[in-house]
């Protein structure tokens, strides 16, 4: 399989794939303003407890992560294409953190929902760790999806709900710019 080939995780003409890369506030910001973006919702994956809440997760002890899955129409955008921007929105070297936000639930982790899927999140990481964007190695992990548990309501558009607050201006915000200003030819509107 090539790196441009596509992969079956969703339903009919739709695909899904689900990313971890720290806050889920921050994820969910960027991609739902993405072309061939349908729905991004916040949840929880990887960890070990049933329906785990956002206190449980962000005390550390469920080993969920802060998680976005995202449906994508594949004729609009390829995974590769949602790969390229999760890798240049959040810092894919620092185990177990982003920024000031510290801990298992803010892990670098791309959970699959087939082998293609699989297939192309690892060459992806390879042709990254040749071309050396990072002075770190990549620790993002590859891991298989068993189960994601949607966030809370409240988290859903958390950045266009609470815009003014410190979190969102100092942390959020400029992760969006930058998002911005990088993929502007693929965003669903004109900043």
Not at 154 to 170: A, G, L, S, T
Request: aromatic share 12%.
């Amino acid at each position: 399989m090539t790196a441009n080939s596509e992969c079956n995780g969703s339903t009919k003409d739709k695909r899904t794939v689900t990313l971890a890369g720290g806050c889920f506030w921050c994820l969910d910001t960027v991609f739902a303003e993405l072309k061939g973006v349908d729905s991004v919702i916040p949840g929880y994956t990887g960890g070990a407890v049933p329906n785990p809440t956002y206190e449980q997760v962000c005390g550390g002890t469920t080993g969920h992560a802060e998680a976005v899955q995202i449906t994508f129409d594949p004729k609009a955008i390829s995974y590769r294409e949602i790969l390229d921007v999760f890798f240049s929105i959040h810092d894919p070297t620092t185990l177990n953190r982003q920024g000031n936000d510290v801990g298992t639930q803010y892990r670098s982790a791309i959970f699959y929902h087939d082998e293609g899927q699989r297939s192309i999140a690892e060459y992806t990481i390879r042709e990254m760790e040749a071309a050396r964007p990072w002075d770190d190695a990549i620790v993002t992990k590859v891991t298989p999806l068993t189960a994601f548990y949607p966030a809370e309501d409240y988290h859903r558009r958390y950045f266009e709900k609470n815009d003014k607050q410190p979190y969102c201006q100092i942390v959020i915000e400029p992760k969006l710019d930058k998002f911005r200003k990088l993929y502007e030819d693929k965003l669903k509107k004109p900043v």
